[in-house]
């Protein structure tokens, strides 16, 4: 068991990335809390779960600072300690050409992407740093390296969010805490189903021609899986990932140059 007794907090953990890393930790013997705005869901994936009392759920938005700290501050205070921080809840809405994008949503990528990351890793580095040990693991993407049309926004964030991990991890690794992020490549998640076929139509296609776009970018002209997303950030998490820090690493077939 590779994450016995390790206790993560994982945001947007009830779908998609977030409960397939969720059901890895499990099975590698780490316990979970998991933070998501639908409280019935919450339930209902817990059940699913079926840890018992090595799984939590706790109901709040990202894009609340309060909300976010509450889900930092009920991990620790339920399992009396934080181990893992996965910042896995992110995504951009009304994705625009630059030109046509609204403040709204330009602030919008952003209290998603980077907000809520600093907010929680500020909130769960305090008892990370007491016991010199910790794991932060951000959820990136492809499209923190490189550009694309329309996704500028959620580009923007994604940039910044790897700029917060490669400076982070200089600030604390000499006190046992790794900072990492994922970069994924396309991924079919719940969020990519709900809020593609507009992407797809602000890039003037429609949802399965830009999947098959992003598909054909890629070494290995497909999608990532879940799965794939997963077993990295139980490296990650693990005592064997003690050594990488402050690292960026693409699991996106081979889209990404580095």
Not at 57 to 76: C, N, R, Y
Request: with cysteine; charged share 20%.
């Amino acid at each position: 068991m590779k994450l016995e007794g390790k206790v993560a907090a994982i945001t947007g953990g009830t779908a998609g990335m977030g409960r397939g890393i969720a059901e890895a930790f499990l099975e590698e013997g780490g316990k979970v809390a998991l933070f998501a705005r639908n409280a019935e869901k919450g339930a209902q994936v817990l059940e699913e779960l079926g840890a018992g009392d090595r799984a939590i759920f706790v109901a709040g938005d990202v894009m609340e600072q309060a909300d976010l700290e509450g889900f930092i501050d009920q991990t620790i205070a339920h399992f009396g300690t934080i181990d893992i921080l996965v910042n896995n809840a992110g995504g951009a809405g009304d994705l625009q050409p630059l030109v046509n994008l609204s403040d709204h949503a330009f602030d919008e990528a952003m209290k998603w992407n980077v907000y809520s990351t600093f907010w929680a890793t500020r909130r769960a580095l305090p008892t990370m740093l007491a016991k010199g040990d910790g794991r932060i693991i951000n959820i990136s993407s492809m499209e923190g390296k490189h550009g694309k049309p329309v996704l500028t926004a959620y580009s923007a964030a994604k940039h910044a969010v790897n700029g917060m991990t490669k400076s982070l991890a200089r600030e604390v690794g000499a006190q046992g805490v790794t900072v990492n992020a994922i970069c994924p490549g396309l991924v079919i998640t719940d969020i990519i189903k709900n809020n593609g076929p507009a992407t797809a139509k602000a890039m003037g296609m429609e949802l399965d021609e830009m999947i098959a776009l992003f598909a054909s970018e890629a070494a290995i002209k497909r999608p990532n899986t879940v799965e794939e997303i997963a077993a990295v950030a139980v490296l990650l998490a693990s005592k064997a990932g003690a050594g990488i820090t402050g690292a960026q690493i693409s699991v996106d077939g081979g889209t990404a140059q580095y």
